[in-house]
């Protein structure tokens, strides 16, 4: 059987994700972000057209490293301003019945109890539609909102990242039980304290005594997606992720990060196919190729080179500081700011890149690595192209227009998907991790790190149920009248 293509509109709650300066398009919607209508109407947009999900960025801090303050990303709009991810999404889920949500939160620097219960909720509310993009934050400006002085070092932040996922993991599949919930109203027990307990966590980097406040909603741990590309964060990927955003600069080293990721993946006691591999896709489609070249030069005309240097500038150097033939690594080693991302494998330059180098792909949409531009039948073959050469599973849309660009595919591209097999013709599952491995797949697979917790086992000896402890006896009976009559 031919293997189907998942899509996924890349988003975020803000004006400027990622296609700087085409907000000024005069068919551009983003200004509209403030306005539930526009995430209700984006919603009923990607289900109609079938997508697998609505994938929303986030950060928690402004690009302020590019000439030395956040204007220029405030004049361009460079992800401020920019609004809450989660907040969103039961709008959207009201909207719909099959479209899934993935949204992107931080592990570095807010603990992880309260994001368990945000997430539970989101799951439910969604019916089981709920993916959670883990990020460990770049952004310095990030760290100065949350207290501290600079960034938590790279891979310091892949280990808080590790304590906070089993933390969660606790929560979410040991904290209770799937039948603790009995509602009997003639013995008044609405839960079952034998069957939910305390985790009792405590490690290097949290204390959570639980029970999770939550009851077991259908995925229980959201689909787990992640976009890490340095060797810790690969090794992170390989340990929790269920969809990875893989990198490289042409299809062979694609093809190379999505092998090298299964492989991991099995290392680590997984299936290889436990993980999906997206990657970003610039799609742009016209009815004819001469169509399609136009919305292309459009955008290049509108784009701003400043937007997308203050983009840069935020996590990494301010490229607008520095000569054009130095080379990247000289200068990280030759500042070593303390904090930063030391080591060659972390940054986002491939070794021996020079800032004019970095400043010529940065600030061009079109360099790839996945560009179609054409026909329906133009773009078609090329996605076919890539997915049979890198065994990817999936994209991620880039938008340029909103909602222009997700129209264009829908109206053009899936039509032609579908007629070569690739494409789904309908909704066959219901919650998003059943979409991603099949349906019958809801909670996550048995080899998966978080399942060992399931029935409270690993937990410790002081994760002990409720009823168990003293007292406790009296409250799973309920009092002997009722106290409201
Ligand atoms: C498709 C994609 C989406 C990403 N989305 C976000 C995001 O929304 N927020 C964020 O802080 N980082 C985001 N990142 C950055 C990653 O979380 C990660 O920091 C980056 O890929 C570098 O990985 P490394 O730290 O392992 O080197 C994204 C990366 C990719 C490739």
């Known amino acids: 059987m031919t293997r189907q293509i998942a899509f996924n509109l890349f988003e975020m709650n803000c004006v400027g994700h990622i296609s700087h300066g085409l907000w000024v398009h005069p068919e551009n919607n983003r200004h509209r972000f403030n306005d539930l209508d526009f995430w209700v109407e984006t919603a009923k947009l990607l289900e109609a057209g079938l997508f697998d999900s609505v994938f929303l960025a986030d950060v928690i801090g402004t690009y302020d490293g590019y000439r030395g303050g956040p204007e220029t990303a405030l004049r361009e709009a460079v992800q401020i301003p920019s609004n809450d991810p989660l907040l969103v999404i039961p709008a959207m889920a009201a909207a719909t019945r099959h479209l899934g949500f993935a949204a992107t939160f931080s592990t570095t620097y807010e603990p992880p109890f309260a994001f368990a219960r945000r997430a539970s909720t989101l799951d439910h509310l969604t019916k089981g539609r709920f993916g959670w993009n883990i990020v460990t934050s770049y952004l310095p400006n990030a760290a100065r909102n ?49 069957k939910v307990r305390y985790i009792n966590h405590r490690g290097p980097h949290f204390s959570v005594a639980g029970p999770h406040l939550s009851a077991p909603s259908l995925q229980r741990t959201p689909v787990l997606f992640q976009a890490g590309s340095s060797v810790a964060g690969k090794a992170f990927a390989a340990r929790h992720a269920e969809g990875v955003f893989v990198g490289g600069r042409d299809a062979a080293a694609y093809r190379d990060n999505v092998a090298d990721l299964r492989r991991l993946a099995v290392a680590n006691g997984r299936g290889a196919d436990h993980i999906k591999a997206f990657a970003s896709a610039v799609v742009i489609v016209g009815r004819t190729a001469k169509d399609a070249q136009r919305k292309a030069d459009e955008y290049r005309r509108l784009s701003s080179a400043e937007g997308y240097l203050a983009h840069a500038g935020g996590g990494g150097i301010d490229l607008a500081a520095y000569r054009p033939d130095e080379v990247i690594d000289d200068i990280l ?19 021996g890149t020079t800032v004019g180098e970095a400043l010529e792909r940065i600030t061009r949409f079109d360099r790839g690595p996945f560009v179609a531009i054409g026909t329906p039948m133009e773009v078609a073959d090329e996605i076919e192209r890539w997915v049979e050469g890198t065994d990817l599973d999936g994209f991620n849309l880039r938008q340029f227009l909103t909602p222009g660009t997700a129209e264009d595919f829908v109206e053009l591209v899936v039509p032609e998907l579908q007629r070569r097999g690739l494409y789904r013709r309908s909704y066959e599952e219901s919650t998003l991790r059943e979409r991603l491995f099949g349906a019958g797949n809801t909670r996550l697979f048995d080899q998966h790190p978080g399942a060992r917790y399931r029935g409270g086992a690993h937990l410790g000896g002081d994760a002990v149920p409720l009823a168990a402890r003293e007292g406790a006896a009296h409250a799973a009976a309920g009092p002997a009248t009722p106290s409201y009559a």
């Open 146 to 194: 949350f207290g501290l002085a600079d960034e938590v070092e790279h891979d310091q932040r892949y280990a808080i990242a590790d304590e906070y996922l089993d933390v969660l993991y606790k929560l979410w599949e040991g904290s209770w039980d799937d039948d603790a919930v009995v509602e009997d109203r003639e013995k008044r027990v609405y839960t079952d304290p034998s």
């Open 333 to 351: 080693a030759r500042e070593n700011r303390p904090g930063r991302d030391r080591q060659p494998s972390n940054r986002r330059h491939p070794a």
